[in-house]
């Protein structure tokens, strides 16, 4: 008598419930399954979610503040423009926090302000302090979102 396993169809198949070809598919399928997230799961770890921070401003080729060189007449330009921005008390309080660095006599500017406004205002006081010195401005503008006052 020939019979037929009821859960793959072998001829000749041991009784009900006791077939090894099917739960070995399954595993096999099983194995193939995980080994197919392995493969995937490095590529995606690869790509690391960015953190909220100041990555963005700093992801950029212009000089930032630890790279400012200790050189007198640098440091005393630095100075005297972030006094100038700090002492106008019409700017807000990003502008006045604003990041200055100075390296070889050309001045860079980074950070948010409140508006175009103050980003030219703080561009003309730079200006005035830093004479003929060249000044790349990277200052932004933030967004109304960013500048709603914390609870």
């Known amino acids: 008598m020939n019979l037929e396993c009821a859960d793959c169809g072998r001829a000749n198949a041991p009784l009900r419930g006791m077939c090894t070809i099917k739960p070995t598919v399954n595993k096999i399928a099983i194995v193939l399954g995980l080994s197919a997230f392995a493969i995937a799961l490095p590529a ?10 100041n990555s963005r401003a700093n992801k950029t080729a212009t000089p930032t503040a630890d790279q400012q060189k200790e050189n007198a007449t640098d440091r005393k330009l630095a100075q005297d423009i972030r006094k100038s921005i700090t002492g106008d008390k019409s700017l807000s309080t990003y502008a006045h926090n604003v990041k200055v660095v100075v390296q ?7 950070g948010p302000v409140r508006s175009e406004e ?3 205002a703080v561009e003309a006081k730079v200006k005035e302090v830093a004479g003929t010195a060249p000044v790349q401005n990277d200052l932004t503008v933030a967004s109304k979102e960013n500048t709603s006052p914390r609870k």
């Open 44 to 53: 995606s770890a690869q790509t690391p979610a960015t953190s909220p921070d």
């Open 104 to 110: 070889g006599g050309t001045v860079t500017l980074k």
């Open 118 to 120: 103050e980003k030219a």
